[in-house]
C-alpha cells in the first residue's frame, strides 16, 4: 500500500519559514519523481518545486530564491524549505510522487498571515 505523510505545515507571520516534510512507503522512493504542489481557495493546484530521482530541482517563478526541495533516498522523504513566507504563500500543500504511476498525500495546511 502506497503512503505519501506530508507534516510541518501550521500558521506563521509573513517573513517566518516553514519546512514540509513528505514520508513516503510502499513504492521505491529512490526512482520517483518528486514534487510539491499547492492549492489555495479558488485556485486550481499548481507545481511549487521537484526534484528528480537524480536531484535536479526546478521551482515555480513565484517560490525561486526562497524555497529549497529536497530528498532524502535513505529515509524515504522529501522536504520544502519554505523561507520569507508570504500571505500569497498560504495553500494546502501537497506531496506528489510519481515513477509507473502518480501518488499523492493527503496535504497540509500552511497560513500566513499576520
Known amino acids: 500500500q502506497v503512503q505519501l505523510v506530508e507534516s510541518g505545515g501550521g500558521l506563521v507571520q509573513p517573513g517566518e519559514s516553514l519546512r514540509l516534510s513528505c514520508a513516503a512507503s510502499?513504492?521505491?522512493?529512490?526512482?520517483?519523481?518528486m514534487a510539491w504542489y499547492r492549492q489555495a481557495p479558488g485556485k486550481q493546484r499548481e507545481l511549487v518545486a521537484s526534484?528528480?530521482?537524480?536531484?535536479?530541482?526546478n521551482y515555480a517563478d513565484s517560490v525561486k530564491e526562497r524555497f529549497i526541495i529536497s530528498r532524502d533516498n535513505d529515509k524515504n522523504t522529501v522536504d520544502l524549505q519554505m523561507n520569507s513566507l508570504k500571505p500569497e504563500d498560504t495553500a494546502v500543500y501537497f506531496c506528489?510522487?510519481?515513477?509507473?504511476?502518480?501518488?499523492w498525500g493527503q496535504g497540509t495546511q500552511v497560513t500566513v498571515s499576520s
Open positions: 510502499g513504492i521505491i522512493f529512490s526512482r520517483h519523481f
Open positions: 506528489n510522487a510519481i515513477w509507473a504511476k502518480s501518488y
Open positions: 526534484i528528480t530521482s537524480g536531484g535536479t530541482r
